[in-house]
């Protein structure tokens, strides 16, 4: 009886080029929209901080 690894056991084997190109693009896109969410984030958050100085803030000083 021969001993088998766990590699060959578990695991499929190495990946085709094809596989890899398209996982390597896959990921490549992933990270791009994952980069343009937090920037639309980013820029969300600023325009609710400028929102929140220009509105709230001039009509609480003008009130006293």
Do not use: C, P, Q
Request: glycine residues 10%; negative net charge.
């Amino acid at each position: 009886m021969t001993e088998e690894t766990e590699k060959d056991v578990i695991g499929t084997g190495e990946e085709t080029g094809v596989e890899r190109a398209i996982g390597n693009h896959v990921g490549v896109v992933i990270h791009l929209f994952l980069s343009v969410l937090a920037l639309l984030l980013v820029i969300a958050a600023g325009i609710a901080a400028y929102d929140t100085v220009v509105r709230d803030f001039t009509s609480t000083l003008a009130t006293e």
